[in-house]
């Protein structure tokens, strides 16, 4: 069974910085590309970042891009999100999602980041 | 940057066949994925690859494609069909995912 187990979220002062981890059992996680989406309270999804298998491939939203990092260590079977300069607007839950070669996103049940002083 | 447009909410009573569509220009090129969501939990993926329901979805899920909209239909729709409903692609080029703003489904 593909299981996802987002932490790290917690409260952090405006400009200040947060990183998460998605630890990832059930099956290869080499062998999948991974992705960031968040939903702030009461909001839609938004795509926040993407990473390859093999990590070739990093991409990030508009809103994101120069301020988070994505990255994954295949070793521990574990996908970050690195979080810097972060702003009220980034208040959210947080979802790590497994990409299933193209055949839609399995969900992890996200972790709450909130940014306030 | 690259928008899906969904109607904000659709209201029906059980039985009856919503459908609740997904626009946008890179569509044509693109797949869409339908993901549900009920309040508190994690979101839920019912259709890939614009058509396709994964193992496990009852077969009144059922998704279509025509130029630049897609459309998520629920046939003879249950009080448990009631949830929150994004659709899922790409930009043109691929390096940009994005949803739709969500399209929530009340069952009356």
């Known amino acids: 069974e593909v299981q996802l187990v987002e932490s790290g979220g917690g409260l952090v002062q405006p400009g200040g910085s947060l990183r998460l981890s998605c630890a990832a059992s059930?099956?290869?996680?080499?062998?999948?590309?991974m992705n960031w989406v968040r939903q702030a309270p009461g909001k839609g999804l938004e795509w926040v970042s993407y990473i390859s298998y093999g990590s070739s491939l990093i991409y990030y939203a508009d809103s994101v891009r120069g301020r988070f990092t994505i990255s994954r260590d295949d070793a521990e079977n574990s996908l970050y999100l690195q979080m810097n300069s972060l702003r009220a607007e980034d208040t959210a839950v947080y979802y790590c999602a497994r990409d299933h070669h193209g055949s839609g996103f399995d969900w992890g049940q996200g972790t709450l980041v909130t940014v306030s002083s | 940057s690259y928008e899906l447009t969904q109607p904000p909410s659709v209201s029906v009573s059980p039985g009856q066949t919503p459908r609740i569509t997904c626009s946008g220009d890179?569509?044509?090129?693109?797949?869409a994925y339908w993901y549900q969501q009920k309040p508190g939990q994690a979101p839920v993926l019912v259709i890939f690859k614009d058509t396709e329901r994964p193992s496990g979805i009852p077969e009144r899920f059922s998704g279509s494609s025509s130029g630049t909209t897609v459309t998520l239909t629920i046939s003879g729709v249950q009080a448990e069909d009631e949830a929150d409903y994004y659709c899922q692609s790409a930009d043109n080029s691929g390096t940009s995912l994005v949803f739709g703003g969500g399209t929530k489904l009340t069952v009356l």
């Open positions: 059930g099956y290869i996680f080499n062998n999948y590309s």
């Open positions: 890179a569509l044509p090129k693109q797949y």
